[in-house]
């Protein structure tokens, strides 16, 4: 079910399936900042990654003895997401344990999603419960939203620039074709904070950049104006779109977490940047987007 939430400013969109934002349109200009899903490109628009980020070795984790099978990025994605409270502005969503995640997942937990919208800004919020009474936990959380890109009606967004607060350069590395991160780190040179796209900007893979480099991305139109915003404090951040299909958007996405090597074999807590929560214990956290200037 879709819920909404506006103000003078924005109307937001976000479905339960998924706990998922699927619009984000400003009420002067009708502008919608949001990927809308089409499939020729890729059918998602802002999923949650839970309780992992990125794709598994061989789509499996080794755990207490025993082997799980986890689809790329995690289930919370394509679980419906129980609603428990709303109002004009913000909007909670709750996610448990199930028969069908302890398949999956041999975890107890609570998945909180929450959204506040206040003036341009959407905040989005995260708390991962661990349920246990005895066992502690490992786990994952991002988020992959994707922001219409060019917005001015132009064939590509080459010419559109991502502003990366304080870096004069951009340390990455990628993923190979069946995503798994590689081990070659590259440097991005970036002009007054500025990476401009070019035609062949995303034809590699994605951007991981980790060690905390940012924490506010821009997206500005060739003219310099600015669209959007994140701001957010997690240790990695991706960025991406379709490899060579000059798809019109780009992702965003600030993580806690990642896929693994191209070379990885081991337990989950082994895995690169691997959260762990204690038993009966909280995880909280929030990103923010600001849409326009």
Known sequence: MRYTLEN????????SFGAEVK???????????????????????????????GRLRHDTFLHGGKTYTMPQHGFARKMEHCLVSKTDTTIW????????TLEQFPFSFILRIGYELAENELKVMWEVSNNSVDKHMHFGIGA?????????GEDSKVGYKL??????????????????????????????????????FFDFGTYIAENRQTGEIGLEDPNGNRILTVLFNTPLFGIWSPEGK??????IEP??????SHDFEGTL?????????????KFNTSYVIRFGA
């Open 246 to 251: 000059n798809a019109p958007f780009l992702c």
């Open 269 to 281: 807590k082994a895995r690169a940047y691997d959260n762990v929560l204690e038993a009966g214990n």
């Open 163 to 200: 502003y990366f607060a304080g870096l004069d350069e951009l340390k990455y590395y990628s993923n190979d074709s069946n995503g798994y991160a590689l081990d070659q780190f590259y440097t991005l040179p970036l002009e007054n904070h500025r990476a401009t796209i070019t035609p062949d």
């Open 8 to 15: 003078d400013i924005l109307r937001v969109e976000i479905d």
């Open 144 to 152: 992959h939203p994707g922001f219409n890109c060019p917005i001015h």
């Open 93 to 100: 969503f709750k996610l448990v344990t199930s028969n069908e």
């Open 255 to 260: 993580w806690f977490g990642r896929c693994d």
């Open 23 to 53: 619009s984000v349109q400003s009420k002067a200009t009708g502008q919608e900042y949001m990927w809308q899903a089409d499939e020729k490109y890729w059918k998602g628009t802002s999923p949650i990654l839970f309780p992992f980020v």
